[in-house]
């Protein structure tokens, strides 16, 4: 497929799921609900949100709004949706506060092939290689934050990369202890399983939870879609052991 109709094909999809926002209408209601319960009891004002996987701004627009969210970056290497995010944020006199790139998260530094999935955007991926690829930037977590920032929060939702991604923050999550929320879905599970999550975020520290279609927490991981991540030395794990149904 010719570049150029490969991105128009993408632009017109991209165009249909901003639509969405404006209507209020969310892909992921109960990661909302969640986040939403969380910030609302958190005691401070100073979060930063992380978002990677960030499509056309579904989380970054209205917790970008919050008062306790202090700053948001959202990653997002389809060009045509991090231009949506950008101008949402400037018609919401938000782009002081959100920092956008179109940078690919991953476990390394360097060149990668990003996959344009034509028939849903939010399908797309970091890969080996493919006709419909193109050519990204990708950095850890690590190499783009090398500082203590303490209370932070990281959505991650880039079909099956999650691992990838987790792997590439290790530091940062070691300094900070972030909440931490990331797809785990059929997809996801093919790519990889929990217990390769635990060796990244060691067992005796933290503590993983599914995200029910009701915004509470269980520990039932046959039918997931969202896992939320706490370690219990976060200021985040009071509040989400108040979640626990």
Known sequence: ??????????????????????????????????????????????????????????????????????????????????????????????????????YAIGSYDGDGFFYLNTSSPTGSKLVHYSRQAIKVKVSKIDSIFQETVYDAIIKIDIEGGELEALKGAKEFILRNNPLIIFEYNEITKSVFKLDKVYDILPKNQWHLFRLRKDGFLDQIFDNTWNIVAVNENSVFYKICMQMIK
């Open 1 to 102: 497929m010719p570049y150029f109709i490969l991105i128009l094909l993408v632009a017109v999809i991209i165009a249909f799921n901003y639509c969405l926002l404006p209507g209020g209408v969310p892909n992921e209601p109960e990661t909302h609900i969640f986040l939403e319960r969380v910030i609302k009891v958190f005691p401070k004002q100073n979060i930063l949100f992380i978002d990677i996987g960030a499509s056309v701004g579904e989380f970054v627009i209205p917790f970008g709004k919050l008062d306790k969210i202090k700053i948001l970056y959202a990653f997002e290497p389809n060009e045509e949706a991090a231009k949506s995010i950008m101008i949402s944020a400037l018609m919401n006199n938000l782009d002081d506060k959100i920092r956008v790139s179109t």
